[in-house]
């Protein structure tokens, strides 16, 4: 079983769509998580941290559950900006304990 | 403030040949690490360096790869003999301390072609 679990799509929604992603990891011991962006052949990015509390950020709200080991990602309002690769990341303590998903894919169209 | 300096950014080697990955961090950053992103895959951690020093390389291969971050210059990851399955998209972070995945900084990558 892989450390950190996405589906890897794609979605293909229309502008003004609302899209919701979602990822589970393994190790009950993680300590922070967060969502990565990642254009095409581009370096990966920070979207935003994932608190227990749940965040919201403009139109993207990240949520966190522990007991079920899930985090979720929902963008409001897609635009065509959105299309990229959303990668899960979760941080077992320290840098280099860094896991990545291998992302999911979403392309919103015209 | 450049952030972190990858080069080159292309690079195509034949097999057996070596490869040489530099990676410059964000100025008053001290920490480096290294992924690799194969074709439709996440980020696989590979190493994690501070200056001088490995701290953690239990993410490379045991043959053929190898990892640096001297005192001065860039850190590099050096691939010895290459083959086709190393072809794959090499990304260096950098950080000021070890404090997460949220103080990651990325560059823009290096892309290895082995032909």
């Known amino acids: 079983r892989k450390e950190v679990e996405q589906d890897p799509g794609p979605f293909n929604v229309p502008e003004g769509a609302t899209v919701a992603f979602n990822c589970t990891y393994s190790n009950s011991a993680s300590q922070s998580f967060f969502w990565y962006r990642q254009d095409c052949r581009k370096e990966p990015k920070l979207l935003m941290s994932?608190?227990?509390s749940g965040n919201e950020d403009g139109r993207f709200t990240a949520q966190l559950n522990r007991a079920s080991q899930y985090i979720s990602l929902l963008i409001r309002d897609s635009k065509l900006s959105d299309s990229a690769t959303y990668l899960c990341?979760?941080?077992?303590?320290?840098?280099?304990?860094?896991?990545f998903g291998a992302g999911t894919r979403l392309f919103v169209k015209a | 403030n450049a952030g972190v300096m990858q080069n080159p950014r292309h690079l195509v080697r034949r097999r057996g040949q070596e490869a040489r990955l530099r990676c410059s961090p964000m100025k008053g950053h001290s920490h480096v690490y290294w992924y690799r992103q194969l074709p439709e895959e996440g980020l696989k951690f590979m190493v994690y360096?501070?200056?001088?020093?490995?701290?953690?390389e239990s993410g490379m291969p045991k043959e053929r790869f190898s990892a640096e971050f001297p005192k001065e210059g860039p850190s590099i990851l050096r691939i010895q003999q290459v083959v086709r399955g190393d072809s794959a998209a090499y990304f260096c972070a950098s950080s000021p301390l070890d404090g997460g995945a949220n103080v990651l900084t990325f560059g823009a990558g290096s892309r290895l072609t082995v032909l």
């Open positions: 360096l501070q200056k001088e020093n490995i701290i953690d």
């Open positions: 994932v608190y227990s």
């Open positions: 990341v979760v941080n077992q303590g320290g840098g280099f304990k860094t896991i």
